[in-house]
Nanobody
Framework: QVQLVESGGGLVQSGGSLRLSCAAS????????MGWYRQAPGNQREMVAL???????NYGDSVKGRFTIHRLSARNTVFLQMNSLNPEDTAVYYC??????????WGQGTQVTVSS
């Protein structure tokens, strides 16, 4: 069973930055990819950023140019650098690890709150 532990959430003012971390209990190179999703109250969970084993990254339209996903294999950790935050970014952010054809693994989530 893969364990994913997120950290780095918190309260930040509009225009500020945060860096989220997701530490995996297994080698991240063993996953097909990893990513970040978020869910605000009353909204569906949406994709924020994904990075594949090969290093290809994809971003949700609302975060392109502001957020960056990267990984540090030596620490089995994936990061989400979030810049130019605005109140619409307020949500619980979840880390996901996935294989092709197998169930996904999710972390417990970390709260990000952006004040105006």
């Amino acid at each position: 069973q893969v364990q994913l532990v997120e950290s780095g959430g918190g309260l930040v003012q509009s225009g500020g930055s945060l860096r989220l971390s997701c530490a995996a209990s297994d080698r991240i190179a063993s996953f097909y990819g990893m990513g970040w999703y978020r869910q605000a109250p009353g909204n569906q969970r949406e994709m924020v950023a994904l990075i594949t084993r090969g290093g290809s990254a994809n971003y949700g339209d609302s975060v392109k140019g502001r957020f960056t996903i990267h990984r540090l294999s030596a620490r089995n950790t994936v990061f989400l650098q979030m810049n130019s935050l605005n109140p619409e970014d307020t949500a619980v952010y979840y880390c996901k690890a996935y294989y092709l054809g197998r169930p996904d693994y999710w972390g417990q989530g970390t709260q990000v709150t952006v004040s105006s």
